[in-house]
């Protein structure tokens, strides 16, 4: 089982950018898809990003296309999501999670592995 820790969360200002980390051990991410997901009090948990096995397809979720990349490095066993331009109604905690094949994946059921996730607020 891998395990997944988020960082690079904070507060920012509306239009500002942060980058989150997402950091596996235990067992290694290469050969998986890899995804992004967030949650906002009172809502459901929703698709932001995802990535395939090799790193050459990704999808976004329609809100954030443009302005977030999710990116990995298996050589770190790491993956990133870069977010830009950012929105009040970013305001979430962010989750990362390893997807069960090596497809890009924009449902939760299609994940195995999920971190604690890493809380994201953004000031208007």
């Known amino acids: 089982q891998v395990q997944l820790v988020e960082s690079g969360g904070g507060l920012v200002q509306a239009g500002g950018s942060l980058r989150l980390s997402c950091a596996a051990s235990g067992r290694t991410i290469s050969g998986y898809a890899m995804g992004w997901f967030r949650q906002a009090p009172g809502k459901e948990r929703e698709f932001v990003a995802t990535?395939?096995?090799?790193?050459?397809?990704?999808r976004y979720a329609d809100s954030v296309k443009g302005r977030f990349t999710i990116s990995r490095d298996d050589a770190k066993n790491t993956v990133y999501l870069q977010m830009n331009s950012l929105k009040p109604e970013d305001t979430a905690v962010y989750y990362c999670t390893k997807a069960r094949s090596h497809t890009i994946a924009v449902t939760t059921t299609l994940y195995d592995s999920w971190g604690q996730g890493t809380q994201v607020t953004v000031s208007s």
């Open positions: 990535i395939n096995w090799n790193g050459g397809i990704t």
